[in-house]
């Protein structure tokens, strides 16, 4: 059987703590709080460094709206430019359309005029003035060539420096005229 002793405490009695489980204790209290500490210095960096680089890609973006301002505005220059250079086109094709014209008009006007003995080796149109060099049968001939270009309202002037007879059997004479185109056709 067992022996009671009702006068002394039942409880156990608690050994006390020896040192070496308190330091164990503090140093991974220590090296938890280490860990806490490192993690919210990093999240802190972190979030430094996140708000660094969506300040850096917004001063980037800034930068290339500027340059796409600046290649807008070059490609404005450019498409004025061009727009200046078309219009100069439109004009210098104008102009050499109304010189054809006016060229056509007097190729018409000398083929209604021209004796039927009268044959035109060279015929030259520039700034008004229009230099023809050919060959004729007789001076009669030039002389009624020259004096129906003169009747026209497109001739103001027909002067013939030079009547030459050739040594040429088919053609008995070679001319040079000048003619000063005026009128409607300048």
Known sequence: MFDYNFFQ????????????????????????????????????????????LNDTKDQIRKIEANDDIARIMEKENLFKT?????????????????????????????????P??????????????????????????IAEFAHNLRQTDSIEDVFVPNIEQSDDESLDYSFSMQVLIGGGLQ
């Not at 250079?85 to 006016?102: C, H, L, P």
């Open 9 to 52: 405490d039942n409880a156990k009695k608690k050994n006390p703590k020896s040192p070496s489980v308190i330091i164990v204790s503090l140093i991974c209290l220590f090296l938890l709080l280490g860990v806490a500490g490192t993690i919210a210095w990093t999240y802190n960096e972190k979030s430094t460094l996140q708000t660094n």
């Open 82 to 114: 061009l727009d200046q250079v078309a219009s100069n086109i439109d004009r210098a094709n104008t102009s050499i359309q109304s010189e054809n014209r006016v060229t056509e008009n007097i190729l018409a006007l000398i083929s209604d005029n021209i």
């Open 116 to 141: 039927i003995d009268v044959h035109l080796d060279n015929l030259n149109i520039s700034e008004g003035q229009m230099s023809i060099s050919g060959r004729a049968f007789s001076r009669p001939a």
